[in-house]
């Protein structure tokens, strides 16, 4: 997981293979205590990740749920093994942000309500949503089940880490008008974590309240120009 672009609170996007580096470098959840709101987002395809927010609903990215049907989709909560030990939820409805825009990945949120009310009894619980952005220069966690190395090996367990938030001013010298009003940057200054392929939708939060979920970003595990890592910012849109 590495520089990381966060948008004020809710978006997603692959990340760019570039020199071919997608090294997320988090560290290992096998607790669910604090975390108990994460959710792999099984499509057809690939896994992204998402939010619980309500007891029927689930944020996640709307790039990630291009052109896909609810039949297409299920949601795997309450547990940090990926795809065991915990639930499976059938999607009924997907609620695309109506100002959505692919190529820009403005408002690159969605809403996943579930078929059946999650139980919150089995280790299942949502998280509130933050009403401001965490300030500059702190850390936030994000967490997500993206690549952990060079060569897309995927962990078996949901992967955490932290990130600080930089100064938009910092993140603007890198993006420039690719970096949207509801858009925020953070990273690690050494390049070594970051959110990448597969941490699609990974939600960030702060203050154990929820900021956003990442969207997309340059080449995974570098410091370079133009390599960090953008998250949708749900302060702007709900």
Known sequence: MKQTVILSIVALVACLVGDGFCISRGTTVTNLNGFEYHVA???????????????????????????LRPENVDVYAGSTQYQSGGVS??????????????????????????????DYSQGILPIPLASALAPT???????????????????DYLQKVSLQQFDRNIC??????????????????????????????APVKYSNQLVGIYSWGGRCGTFDD??????????RYL
């Open 226 to 235: 133009d390599q960090s890592s953008i998250t949708s910012s749900l302060i």
């Open 172 to 201: 603007v010298q890198y993006y420039g008008s690719r970096l949207l009003s509801s858009m925020f940057c953070a990273g690690d200054v050494s390049g070594l974590k970051d959110l990448c392929t597969g941490d699609e939708g």
């Open 137 to 155: 220069n702190t850390f936030i966690i994000g967490t997500g089940y993206g690549a952990v190395d060079g060569i897309l090996t995927y962990p």
């Open 89 to 118: 939820y059938a999607v009924s409805n997907i609620r695309w942000h109506p100002s959505f825009r692919l190529l820009t990945n403005e408002a690159n949120i969605a809403i996943l309500e579930v078929s059946t009310p999650f």
């Open 41 to 67: 987002v099984l499509c057809p395809l690939y896994t992204c990740n998402g939010a619980i927010v309500s007891s029927r609903n689930v944020l996640t990215t709307a790039s990630c749920m291009n052109l």
